[in-house]
T-cell receptor, first 112, second 112 residues
Framework: DGGITQSPKYLFRKEGQNVTLSCEQN?????MYWYRQDPGQGLRLIYY???????QKGDIAEGYSVSREKKESFPLTVTSAQKNPTAFYLC???????????FGDGTRLSIL | DQQVKQNSPSLSVQEGRISILNCDYT??????FLWYKKYPAEGPTFLIS?????DKNEDGRFTVFLNKSAKHLSLHIVPSQPGDSAVYFC???????????FGAGTILRVKS
């Protein structure tokens, strides 16, 4: 089945640690995205990538980093510089152009 | 600055009746609009979209209406079913699918 896989589903981080969230898609989509959802708020764009080896900052990129070495993979690193990392993180992908984004089931990150 | 607003946090509807979810936007440069449905602990699922060249798009029980002069769109679900109970997000884009801006969501409860 084609889809987007995010792992792990739940992740705990100690203060001062970096953590990496995985996102893999087998839809052959060119574009991939990372969003963050906080309670009572919509999704906010962290980073996006329209093609391999290229990515752009979204609205809330501070404290995060990404890489896009392969078309099917777009990992997100939450660094220790992100002061409020507790949130639900969603990865999405889309074909280029006028196509809707499709989402994974998310990773919930909590701080110990 | 919220560019996409869903002013009703929640809506309760009887099974079989119409559900109307509303969304307002402020940026006249948005040219593509989408509705997503989200269950708890899952990623959003794409429902229906509309481009700014249309004022209506229909897909089964779901119809989206766009009023560009009022910067308003709505999602109609007819007839509503208990399985429609979820959080509904509207989203908008200036780049046909890239860099979506999401509203905060509306919780729909369909009572049987």
């Amino acid at each position: 089945d084609g889809g987007i896989t995010q792992s792990p589903k739940y992740l705990f981080r100690k203060e001062g640690q970096n953590v990496t969230l995985s996102c893999e898609q087998n839809l052959n989509h060119d574009a991939m995205y990372w969003y963050r959802q906080d309670p009572g708020q919509g999704l906010r764009l962290i980073y996006y990538s329209q093609i391999v080896n290229d990515f752009q900052k979204g609205d809330i990129a501070e404290g995060y980093s990404v890489s896009r070495e392969k078309k099917e993979s777009f990992p997100l690193t939450v660094t220790s510089a992100q002061k409020n990392p507790t949130a639900f993180y969603l990865c999405a992908s889309s074909l280029r152009g006028n196509q809707p984004q499709h989402f994974g089931d998310g990773t919930r990150l909590s701080i110990l | 600055d919220q560019q996409v607003k869903q002013n009703s946090p929640s809506l309760s509807v009887q099974e079989g009746r119409i559900s109307i979810l509303n969304c307002d936007y402020t940026n006249s440069m948005f040219d593509y609009f989408l509705w997503y449905k989200k269950y708890p602990a899952e990623g959003p699922t794409f429902l229906i979209s509309i481009s700014s060249i249309k004022d209506k798009n229909e897909d089964g029980r779901f119809t989206v209406f766009l009023n560009k002069s009022a910067k308003h769109l709505s999602l109609h679900i007819v007839p509503s079913q208990p399985g429609d109970s979820a959080v509904y997000f509207c989203a908008a884009s200036m780049e046909y699918g890239n860099k979506l801006v999401f509203g905060a969501g509306t919780i729909l409860r369909v009572k049987s």
